[in-house]
């Protein structure tokens, strides 16, 4: 049997969608998709919300059945990891030392979550939530859990805080930075999402380090901080970033920081090799021109296509709207842009009604929008982001809806 044309390294958002751009652009070589783990694709971001909350069986989070892959003719290897690859003999080597022969390699491993570094970090009991096997984990205890600190404020500790909350556990969230959500959001919806958690009984502390993990027989049972107080807990969850997986590139030579480094249409710097997903770090126009990744869904399956369309000759350069989106309680977040290094914030309608949008500003162009249960400006305010739209401040505020605007 003929070498692989295609070996796609990766079998999440990115993988698959790579695959599955290949196959609607007429690919009609070989492909073979490689995943670490034994479950076909698969959606992650409902693992810390519906998955977890027992809302969605795992077969409704898969991004396609089997079906659809023997179909279109994508040889799956599943539960293999790559370990190294040879970037002249265009070979890539599984662990088990096998190694896979390709014309064109699309490496899509993602990244793993960033681990807590401090004494009783490998403690049973002490979760992550990137993989279905970690919330399966988290299920099978839950039962004998009454007492949960989440480490991290971000979007995966609000929704883990949230659904576990719901179901009537003593949540105690810990933040280093002082405010959830620092990275991704300005004040306001920082301030709207720590009064919705307290409200929901969830206690939210922020400028909350983690000194070290207590045992007892081997599993967790308290988080001391910095401070020097002790929580009880009966389970951690730790949801502080990702690092990104591209070790076996950056020893076959390509250039990396933060993330392997592509080009506009996700070429690394190795040649016939692609890289797309929250592993790929690009310029992006907007944040301004700065390399950055961008750990979405949205950016997975748009340079999945950007990377198909170069394989097949048909290369179109990466330039999505970023958008993203977090579910909370009876709370939907959407965003849409970036709003990094915005100068001003506009608030349209009342926090208070739980429904209204933050309107971010750099040199008086819209940058960014925050929806909280507010889907129409969500939807008219991108193309106010995708064309950088002069407004002002009182026309974004007085107007009922932003259409007129675009």
Known sequence: MSSPD????????????????????????????????????????????????????????????????DERNVELRLGERVVGIDAAARTAELENGSRLAFGALIWAAGGRPRPLNCPGGDLA?????????????????????????????????????????????????????????????????????????????????????VESLVGRDGAVCGVRLASGETLPADMVIVGIGILSSTEPL?????????GVHVDRFCRTSLEGIYAVGDCAA?????????????????????????????IVGSAEPYGAVPWFWSDQYDLKLQTVGLSAGADRTVVRGDPASRSFSVVYLKAGRVAALDCVNAVKDYVQGRRLVADACAVSPDALMALASLKALS
């Open 6 to 69: 295609v070996v796609i390294v990766g079998a999440g958002h990115a993988g698959a969608q790579a695959a599955i751009a290949l196959r609607q652009r007429k690919f009609d070589g070989r492909i073979l998709l490689v995943g670490d783990e034994s479950d076909l694709p698969y959606e992650r971001p409902p693992l810390s919300k519906a998955y977890l909350s027992g809302e969605k069986t795992f077969e409704r989070l898969l991004i396609r059945p089997r079906s659809f892959w």
């Open 125 to 209: 009991g002490v979760h992550n939530v990137r993989s279905r096997a970690d919330v399966d984990a988290m299920i099978a205890e839950l039962p004998r859990v009454r007492r949960v600190v989440v480490v991290g404020g971000g979007y995966i500790g609000l929704e883990a805080a949230s659904v576990l909350t719901k179901a009537g556990k003593a949540v105690v969230l810990l933040e280093a930075m002082d405010r959830v959500l620092s990275r991704v959001a300005g004040l306001e919806i920082s301030a709207f999402f720590e009064a919705e958690h307290r409200r929901r009984g969830v206690d939210v502390r922020t400028g909350a380090a």
């Open 250 to 258: 950056e020893a076959a030579g390509a250039a990396c920081g933060n």
């Open 282 to 310: 690009h310029e992006n126009a907007f944040a301004g021109g700065a390399r950055i990744r961008l750990e979405s869904v949205q950016n997975a399956n748009d340079q999945a296509n950007v990377a198909a369309g170069a």
